[in-house]
């Protein structure tokens, strides 16, 4: 089978996994643990991660928080940073394209009485500075927009929106989980106070994560979400689990190192996804933004056929689909129907993510596997046949 989801996770690099191995069993002291040199080993790790991370995203390594990733970095962002801003207003902005931990969290806190607005995206996904500045009261505290969208791989103009409400002191969070690395993001050129990351989207290891908080504004005073041995900071308690901190680094290190010559293989080889599919698939629809949008993400709906069928057809491809994006919901994509798709093209859709480890022939795999899932399905359409 063809690997082409890595929008959902990625495989951890063999050379992650090599730089991880020895914090298993040899540098394997808590990192909390300052009488011995086991503990001191395993610091200096987490501190040379912290480093890397910060330099990564223009920040200062004191301005970052290890997690468990970005569901929990999105998670402490928001609802850690309210607490402080509850005297100046009750307002919170964020879009309807968002990932569900930013979706959700803003749902629960929508019941507790904040008054929340989930500005729309356009057509392509993209959140303007427009939509956010027009959904602004006097009461807006936080605004959290995400820099590229994870279904469609739209990136938001983060930039204009964090400047913008950086001159209302409104505290700006993104979720840049699926952007870090693949696009330029630098948390003072962009005006971000909050920025949440996640190692297994960039060759890491799954459940290791970051979050950036700004340092000496006194807007961005964070409460933990749990309480404990202090750790963080106070911040984010609980024993750093140091492997994934040392695979977190090195998958920096690497998408570092690599950013260049990933980004122009993994562009050649989508837009060969994109052209061969086309060239043999009629009455199929681009989801997402023309150029705007991530250099490995493919999302298409096709007419006149079954999502459901689709997906079944697709098993040799490890893709995801807008009919079922979790199985735990299976409901048709929040996302496409922001962007105004119906139900049906939604449920039609299937999302390809290319990675450093796709090659060529996978590419031409996946476009045959493609063509004949859909001629074939389409057989069965009688709108097609109509
Ligand atoms: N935000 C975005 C944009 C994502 O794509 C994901 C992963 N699907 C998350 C947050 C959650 O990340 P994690 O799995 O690290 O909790």
């Given at each position: 089978p063809?690997?082409?989801?890595?929008h959902s996770?990625?495989?951890?690099?063999p050379?992650?996994v090599a730089a991880?191995?020895?914090y298993?069993?040899?540098?394997?002291g808590?990192a909390?643990?300052?009488?011995?040199?086991?503990?001191?080993e395993?610091?200096e790790?987490?501190?040379?991660a912290?480093t890397?991370v910060?330099e990564?995203?223009g920040?200062?390594?004191?301005?970052?928080?290890f997690?468990?990733?970005?569901?929990?970095?999105n998670?402490l962002?928001?609802?850690?940073?309210?607490?402080a801003?509850k005297r100046?207003?009750?307002?919170l902005?964020?879009?309807?394209?968002?990932?569900?931990?930013?979706?959700?969290?803003?749902k629960?806190?929508?019941?507790?009485?904040?008054?929340?607005?989930?500005v729309p995206?356009?057509e392509?996904g993209?959140?303007?500075?427009?939509?956010?500045e027009?959904?602004?009261t006097?009461?807006?505290?936080l605004v959290?927009?995400m820099a590229?969208n994870n279904?469609v791989?739209?990136?938001?103009p983060?930039?204009e929106?964090?400047?913008?409400?950086h001159?209302?002191?409104?505290?700006?969070h993104?979720?840049?989980t699926q952007?870090v690395g693949k696009v330029?993001?630098?948390?003072?050129v962009?005006?971000?106070?909050?920025?949440s990351l996640s190692?297994h989207?960039?060759?890491?290891?799954k459940?290791?994560?970051?979050?950036?908080v700004r340092?000496?504004?006194?807007q961005?005073r964070?409460?933990?979400l749990?309480?404990g041995g202090?750790?963080?900071?106070?911040?984010?308690s609980?024993t750093?689990p140091?492997?994934?901190?040392?695979g977190l680094?090195?998958a920096?290190?690497l998408?570092i190192c690599?950013?260049?010559?990933?980004?122009t293989?993994i562009r050649?080889l989508r837009d060969?996804l994109?052209?061969?599919i086309r060239?043999?698939?009629?009455e199929?629809?681009l989801?997402?933004?023309?150029?705007l949008?991530?250099?490995?993400n493919?999302?298409l709906?096709?007419?006149f056929?079954d999502?459901?069928a689709?997906?079944m057809a697709?098993?040799?491809v490890?893709?995801?689909?807008?009919?079922a994006?979790t199985?735990?919901?299976?409901?048709?994509?929040?996302?496409?129907?922001?962007?105004?798709r119906d139900d049906?093209?939604?449920?039609?859709s299937?999302?390809?993510?290319?990675?450093r480890?796709?090659?060529?022939?996978?590419i031409d795999?996946?476009?045959?596997l493609?063509?004949?899932?859909?001629?074939?399905l389409?057989?069965?359409?009688?709108a097609?046949s109509?």
């Amino acid at each position: 089978p063809v690997y082409l989801d890595n929008h959902s996770t990625t495989r951890t690099d063999p050379r992650v996994v090599a730089a991880m191995l020895p914090y298993f069993s040899e540098i394997y002291g808590n990192a909390a643990s300052v009488s011995h040199r086991f503990g001191w080993e395993a610091a200096e790790a987490v501190e040379r991660a912290r480093t890397r991370v910060a330099e990564w995203i223009g920040a200062d390594s004191k301005e970052i928080v290890f997690t468990s990733g970005a569901t929990e970095a999105n998670n402490l962002a928001i609802k850690g940073a309210l607490p402080a801003l509850k005297r100046r207003g009750d307002h919170l902005i964020t879009a309807a394209s968002e990932h569900k931990s930013v979706v959700d969290v803003m749902k629960r806190l929508g019941r507790e009485g904040w008054n929340v607005t989930f500005v729309p995206c356009d057509e392509t996904g993209r959140v303007s500075a427009e939509a956010i500045e027009a959904a602004l009261t006097p009461a807006t505290v936080l605004v959290s927009i995400m820099a590229a969208n994870n279904e469609v791989g739209t990136l938001n103009p983060i930039r204009e929106i964090g400047r913008l409400c950086h001159d209302r002191k409104i505290v700006f969070h993104t979720d840049a989980t699926q952007a870090v690395g693949k696009v330029d993001v630098d948390v003072q050129v962009d005006g971000v106070d909050l920025l949440s990351l996640s190692g297994h989207k960039i060759y890491g290891p799954k459940g290791v994560g970051a979050l950036y908080v700004r340092r000496r504004d006194p807007q961005v005073r964070l409460q933990p979400l749990f309480d404990g041995g202090g750790h963080e900071r106070g911040l984010r308690s609980g024993t750093l689990p140091v492997p994934l901190i040392v695979g977190l680094d090195k998958a920096v290190e690497l998408m570092i190192c690599d950013k260049a010559e990933d980004s122009t293989r993994i562009r050649g080889l989508r837009d060969r996804l994109e052209a061969g599919i086309r060239g043999r698939v009629p009455e199929v629809q681009l989801n997402g933004h023309p150029t705007l949008r991530l250099d490995g993400n493919l999302n298409l709906s096709f007419a006149f056929v079954d999502g459901e069928a689709l997906m079944m057809a697709m098993r040799d491809v490890a893709v995801s689909s807008g009919a079922a994006c979790t199985s735990v919901e299976p409901e048709p994509s929040h996302v496409l129907r922001a962007m105004g798709r119906d139900d049906e093209a939604a449920r039609a859709s299937l999302r390809f993510g290319v990675g450093r480890f796709n090659t060529e022939d996978e590419i031409d795999y996946a476009i045959d596997l493609v063509a004949e899932s859909v001629g074939r399905l389409r057989t069965h359409s009688a709108a097609w046949s109509a």
